[in-house]
């Protein structure tokens, strides 16, 4: 097969990170014969130095007509001390999601066995947690109408919601919940937000689509409990955007393993996998980021955009692999032991595929 | 001294563990030579049964006159699975809130060296922990404007905060930072959100009032991961209405004694005591629950809103006695070792005294 992917490698430690990820999906393609067309593109803070956007016409055209899209990360510090400054390289991730129409955001969060004791919570409250969210990411109070009013001195957001954008993620849950233990919890506040009162009564009326599948309803306050106290009590999880971008990253340093825990966004017009880590500005250059995380986003690419189980479980044998032996970057090494660049460990992938 | 304190006991374990906080509360004054009376009122479920509202205004009225508010907990079972149904315990609870102009929630999430290893985190994540939410509670998307347009297809709610509403919270958290390490962490979302972005200015334009208090500025979701990788890194945490109900929630279990956590609500009128947890109601009548988080609401109050801080110190000190002693409720019991009952806890800690 043949397929095209845009490279969005993004700012700080994206480009070191992708860099390992494209030579592990390189080799892949190889050993499966597959082919792969690269297009990098910019984003993020590189964008606006460069064109003054964060989010160039340029690179969304080049999405729009790949196969998929590969993310690194994007953020700098020169635009960390001012959230209201009018060009920012976070505008260019919102706006890349809504043109891209990347509604439905995909985070699992799951152990690694070698990996359990990195975890803040204790070994039997962490073992055997093996859940996925999925996040609406094209609506909500991210995108409502927002602004001041009384000379500035009132700022308002609104959070809106319609039953067309509930179902389609809701669609989705329901389908991933099918493939797995066909548990789904839907986490809203229905009992204070009229938004939330329309998702339950959305996912209440699709219930019986799906008979075969459990659904749950929870605050979104008792799901932060629950997700420290009993990760592996969860399956699938749906909720809407702003929840989702809390509870996600709640779940995400559950695992003690964030360094290696991919995602996808995925929507009307393409799909694109990134890892859920940021652009970890101090470690610009030092080729000591872990990779795995971007190379495990790789997988998950492979599986759900192109259908190709083996190729993804292939990756996935080897990072494990890697982690067995040890063969990893500085946030993971065992005391005493000798961490591994962000590049060594890519070649060592690349090697025992 | 006299006071005059609104007993609102509510629903399901709410009349029991209230009644050992009064049992308590009682024999403090007589041993410090105060007088209490106390005047009961009805809220939530039992209300809704007796009067056909949650917070009917005779309540009202009650909790006006009253120096302080002693409350249990609300929440029926049978108003669950419907979270529109049209007369709701919570909004009692959020009616109470507005009228009574309890705009600043003040939620601690400390530890007690003998209950530590309850926690699902590790011991060196949580040791040391001693920190205090202030969550905004009477504006934002709680109470901003929600309804439905298109027919019943699109549902919105707008969050809204004045620039005043954020300085009587903000200023409450300099002057609780001044009391204790003079750390500050303004919790918001200004990345996305224009609340978010006069929250911030706010705050910002404040510090100069509070030199010696150092200010940081976190996104929500970086908090909500670093609550529990290192909770004990924050002290003082202000936010927003909905950010404040997830992250307070999330920031109780980590204790490791959700069933000791007490809390107060504070604001124009007067101020509030209550156990942060529910109304369990599958313990309701057993004698069962876990009184310490309403006996520690009682010392709460008498500190902060009588100023009697030697009162409140003798019932801490009899309540971490009986921890020590393992005079417990089930919850708190260790293996093979007797539980107490609810009233058993109260007598042990009234005699204690
Ligand atoms: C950078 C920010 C706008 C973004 C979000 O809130 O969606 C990020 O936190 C995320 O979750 O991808
Ligand atoms: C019951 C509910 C409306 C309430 C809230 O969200 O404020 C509760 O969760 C709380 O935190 O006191």
Redesign the pocket.
């Known amino acids: 097969m043949k397929f095209n992917i845009a490279l969005l490698a993004g700012d700080g430690i994206g480009p070191e990170v992708i860099n390992e990820a494209v030579k592990v999906s390189d080799a892949i393609a190889k050993k499966f014969n597959h082919e792969i067309t690269w297009t990098p593109a910019l984003t993020g803070a590189c964008a606006i130095d460069a064109v003054g956007v964060p989010y160039p016409d340029e690179t969304h055209e080049i999405c729009m007509k790949a196969d998929a899209v590969l993310f690194g990360a994007i953020g700098h510090p020169k635009y960390d001390n001012d959230p209201s400054a009018p060009v920012r390289p976070e505008q260019g991730l919102l706006l890349m999601r809504k043109k891209l129409g990347l509604f439905a955001n995909v985070r699992p969060t799951f152990t690694f066995p070698s990996l359990i004791d990195n975890s803040p919570l204790k070994r039997e409250r962490i073992e055997g947690t093996d859940l996925v969210f999925l996040r609406e990411l094209t609506g909500g109070i991210y995108f409502g109408e927002k602004g001041r009013k009384d000379g500035g001195e009132t700022a308002y957001d609104t959070c809106t919601y319609t039953r067309v954008e509930v179902q389609r993620l809701a669609k989705k849950g329901f389908e991933l919940a099918m493939t797995r233990s066909k548990k789904l919890c839907c986490v809203d506040?229905a009992?204070?937000l009229e938004t939330s009162r329309l998702w339950r009564e959305t996912v209440q009326a699709m219930e019986k689509e799906y008979p075969e599948v459990t659904v749950s309803y929870e605050?979104v306050?008792?799901v932060a409990m629950r997700l420290v106290q009993w990760p592996n009590s969860y399956d699938v999880l749906i909720t809407e955007n702003l929840f989702g971008d809390i509870l996600t990253d709640e779940a995400s340093v559950i695992s003690g393993s964030m360094g290696l825990m991919p995602s996808a966004s995925v929507g009307e017009h393409t799909s694109l996998y990134e890892p859920i880590h940021g652009s970890y500005p101090q470690a610009t250059g030092l080729n000591i980021a872990n990779p795995l995380a971007t190379v495990l986003s790789a997988a998950m690419m492979f599986e759900d955009a192109f259908g190709l189980k083996e190729e993804a479980e292939a990756i996935r044998t080897v990072v494990n692999k890697s982690l067995e032996q040890g063969i990893v970057t500085e946030d993971l090494v065992a005391k005493g032991a000798k961490a591994y660049s962000t590049s060594e460990v890519g070649d060592w992938l690349v090697a025992n595929l």
Request: aromatic share 16%.
């Open positions: 506040k009992n204070v605050f306050d008792a």
